[in-house]
């Protein structure tokens, strides 16, 4: 159990420190448009590759935390990466983090937890019906369709939103698509025990691929866009809940329904709408300062003008 603890705290810094990495080597990209060539540009960078290494091995620690706990530990304690987030911006920026902007983290991160430990889905089959699979990756497709729309004004003649909002709605869309991801590396878990051969034969390998590069994409988008504190709620909050609810539909799987647990799962929403409303109000929304002292140690942002 102490194991699981520290390797999901492990877990939960690689992830949070990923995302600040990958920040500083695409903050001044701000893609008008969805830009297939940004990762070309973002492999590049010292910085970005950090962050995408620091991303796998945060990915590594949870699947290996997951052994030595139950995921009624180990999700909770990933929702401390919001916390860590912020930990880094009052670190390497000069824009001071102020008490309203850690009461919002904190209520979002213990939301997010409140909801995985009060819910906690059980049961289900280990494959999902094709027609489902179709369902679920059709509403997630369109669910980005629409999100990509707002950000950048597809198909409205307009610019698209403002930086702030921008991130925010290409974060909301980048943690639903992790969500599908998660449940296709589900379908896919359960092939591995049949080899090399099982994994290759079956469609859930392709998908991973094909999907988790787009998501790649879109959370690239999503860091370029704005402020990391745009972005970065819809990642911690929208994957694990996207997640599962498609533990429910795909899988059948059951979430606790006991008044008790009800009430605290409602609690659980309550502040994270708490959490976002406050730090949609925060003026770490408005941007960022350039970054100081990962510079120091040889990680270099692009600083050109804007």
Same mark, same amino acid.
């Given at each position: 159990?102490?194991?699981?603890?520290?390797?999901?705290?492990?877990?939960?810094?690689?992830?949070?420190? +990923?995302?600040?990495?990958?920040?500083?080597?695409?903050?001044?990209?701000?893609?008008?448009?969805?830009d /297939?060539?940004?990762?070309?540009?973002l492999?590049?960078?010292? $910085?970005?590759?950090?962050?995408?290494?620091?991303?796998?091995?945060?990915?590594?620690?949870?699947?290996?935390?997951?052994r030595?706990?139950?995921?009624?530990?180990?999700?909770?304690?990933?929702?401390?990466?919001?916390?860590?987030?912020?930990g880094?911006?009052?670190?390497?920026?000069?824009?001071?983090?102020?008490?309203?902007?850690?009461?919002?983290?904190?209520?979002?991160?213990?939301?997010?937890?409140?909801?995985?430990? *009060?819910?906690?889905?059980?049961g289900?089959?280990?494959?999902?019906?094709?027609?489902?699979?179709?369902?679920a990756g059709?509403?997630?497709f369109? /669910? /980005?369709?629409?999100?990509?729309?707002?950000?950048?004004?597809?198909?409205?003649?307009?610019?698209?939103?403002?930086?702030s909002?921008?991130? *925010? /709605?290409?974060?909301a869309?980048?943690?639903?698509?992790?969500?599908?991801?998660?449940?296709?590396?589900?379908?896919?878990?359960?092939?591995? +025990?049949?080899?090399?051969?099982?994994?290759?034969?079956?469609?859930?390998?392709?998908?991973? $691929?094909?999907?988790?590069?787009?998501?790649?994409?879109?959370?690239?988008?999503?860091? *370029?866009?704005?402020?990391?504190?745009?972005?970065?709620?819809?990642?911690? $909050?929208?994957?694990?809940? +996207?997640?599962?609810?498609?533990?429910?539909?795909?899988?059948?799987?059951?979430?606790?329904?006991?008044?008790?647990?009800?009430?605290?799962?409602?609690?659980?929403?309550?502040?994270?709408?708490?959490?976002? +409303? *406050?730090?949609?109000?925060?003026?770490? $929304?408005?941007?960022?300062?350039?970054?100081?002292?990962?510079?120091?140690?040889?990680?270099?942002?692009?600083t050109?003008?804007?």
């Amino acid at each position: 159990m102490d194991k699981a603890i520290v390797l999901a705290l492990a877990a939960s810094l690689c992830t949070a420190t +990923s995302s600040v990495c990958q920040r500083l080597g695409a903050k001044n990209e701000e893609p008008a448009n969805l830009d /297939v060539s940004l990762l070309f540009r973002l492999v590049r960078r010292p $910085i970005w590759l950090t962050g995408l290494a620091s991303m796998i091995l945060g990915f590594i620690l949870q699947v290996t935390a997951l052994r030595f706990g139950p995921l009624a530990l180990v999700q909770p304690i990933l929702a401390l990466e919001l916390l860590f987030v912020f930990g880094y911006m009052a670190l390497i920026g000069s824009r001071r983090v102020q008490r309203r902007d850690w009461l919002a983290a904190v209520a979002m991160s213990l939301g997010l937890g409140l909801f995985l430990l *009060a819910a906690l889905p059980t049961g289900g089959r280990l494959h999902a019906p094709a027609l489902l699979w179709w369902l679920a990756g059709l509403a997630t497709f369109g /669910v /980005v369709l629409v999100g990509l729309a707002v950000a950048f004004g597809i198909g409205t003649g307009r610019q698209g939103a403002r930086p702030s909002r921008r991130a *925010a /709605v290409l974060g909301a869309v980048t943690g639903i698509s992790w969500g599908f991801v998660a449940a296709v590396i589900k379908e896919l878990s359960s092939h591995l +025990s049949g080899g090399l051969g099982a994994i290759l034969s079956n469609w859930s390998f392709y998908v991973l $691929i094909g999907v988790g590069a787009a998501t790649l994409l879109l959370a690239s988008h999503a860091l *370029a866009a704005g402020p990391l504190a745009a972005s970065q709620p819809g990642f911690t $909050i929208l994957d694990p809940l +996207s997640a599962s609810l498609l533990g429910v539909f795909l899988f059948g799987e059951h979430l606790r329904s006991a008044p008790l647990y009800l009430a605290g799962e409602a609690l659980a929403l309550a502040l994270i709408v708490a959490g976002v +409303s *406050a730090l949609s109000h925060s003026h770490l $929304i408005a941007g960022e300062p350039e970054p100081g002292v990962l510079e120091q140690y040889g990680f270099q942002a692009d600083t050109a003008p804007r």
